[in-house]
Nanobody, 115 residues
């Protein structure tokens, strides 16, 4: 069964950048659209971005102009470049298919934006 492992989170100051990675243990990008999601403390998980099988991208308003999703099929990896980070971006970030499948939720990677 394919597993998704997120990495690249950490502590960053407001205005800083991070690039998150999501490595898949198998080739699923040719089957599914892929997405990034996040969950802040006390809030529901929210969708952030999608990259389709054809490479088209879509973003939630919260990330437009600041976030960029991409993928490397050869490495079975999806990325989320995040710039101009704000304290309200603090959350656990997850990748999954889009729409998400329960079997693919991983541990996520913590992003903390604080001075």
């Amino acid at each position: 069964q394919v597993q998704l492992v997120e990495s690249g989170g950490g502590l960053v100051q407001p205005g800083g950048s991070l690039r998150l990675s999501c490595a898949a243990s198998g080739s699923i990008f040719t089957i599914y659209h892929m997405g990034w999601y996040r969950q802040a403390p006390g809030k529901q998980r929210e969708w952030l971005a999608r990259i389709t099988r054809g490479g088209n991208t879509n973003y939630a308003d919260v990330g437009k102009g600041r976030f960029a999703i991409s993928r490397d099929n050869a490495k079975n990896t999806v990325y989320l470049q995040m710039d101009s980070l704000k304290p309200e971006d603090t959350a656990v970030y997850y990748c999954n298919t889009d729409p998400p499948l329960s079997t693919y939720w991983g541990q996520g990677t913590q992003v903390t934006v604080s001075s």
